[in-house]
């Protein structure tokens, strides 16, 4: 089968820097999205990996190891709003999109 | 601004009465995607048209029929919803289904059965 595997709750405090995991196993990979869904709104793009290492863009960073079947999202300098699910997405062979179930963040002041 | 529009944001429909939900794009995008998605449970694809290609995933249960008369619109139809079909419904699309292809999603219908 197919799986993607994420924490399902993190807890981390305003200012800090939080990761977030997840590891897959697909037939195939084309690529892993992270996509940011805040409650009761759709999902948006936050990252592309389809190359090992790491994908900086401002407070976000996404790293793949395609060999270890693994990613993270680390997000810094965490600000109120950024609480929100953070949903991994893997692409296989055939072209499908794979979803996690998210790991839902809770930030704190 | 190019987007994906969904209406309506929240339907409310009976046990067993059809409901129709619709998504349009402008982006002109070839690519359309139905998703069902549950409280804290992953997406949900119920299938997907390659412009005019349908394709539906082999667990979609008969109960959920799609049309795609254009490129802009897509259209949801649940024949006779029950109380397990309440959930968000999340349209997006994708410019050619490629493996590099982000989606863009629609901010969603919440369905409500009674």
């Known amino acids: 089968g197919q799986n993607i595997d994420q924490p399902t709750e993190m807890t981390a405090t305003e200012g800090a820097i939080v990761q977030i995991n997840c590891t897959y196993q697909t037939s195939g990979f084309n690529g892993l999205f992270w996509y940011q869904q805040h409650a009761g709104e759709a999902p948006t793009f936050l990252s592309y990996n389809v190359l090992d290492g790491l994908e900086e863009k401002g407070r976000f960073s996404s790293f793949l190891s395609r060999s270890k079947g693994y990613s993270y999202l680390l997000l810094k300098e965490l600000q109120m709003k950024d609480s929100a699910s953070y949903l991994c997405?893997?692409?296989?062979?055939?072209?499908?999109?794979?979803w996690g179930a998210g790991t839902k963040l809770i930030i704190k002041p | 601004d190019a987007m994906v529009i969904q209406n309506p944001r929240y339907q409310v429909t009976q046990f067993g009465k059809p409901v129709t939900l619709s998504c349009s794009q402008t982006?002109?995008?070839?690519?359309m995607y139905w998703y069902q998605q549950k409280s804290s449970q992953a997406p949900k694809l119920l299938f997907h048209?390659?412009?005019?290609?349908?394709?539906n995933e082999a667990d979609t249960p008969d109960n959920f029929q799609s049309r795609r008369p254009n490129t802009s619109f897509c259209f949801l139809d649940i024949r006779s919803p029950g109380l397990g079909d309440a959930a968000m419904y999340l349209c997006a699309t994708s410019g050619s289904g490629g493996a590099t292809d982000t989606q863009y999603f629609g901010p969603g219908t919440r369905l409500t059965v009674l």
């Open positions: 048209y390659y412009d005019k290609d349908f394709n």
């Open positions: 997405a893997v692409t296989n062979s055939n072209y499908q999109l794979i």
């Open positions: 982006l002109n995008h070839n690519v």
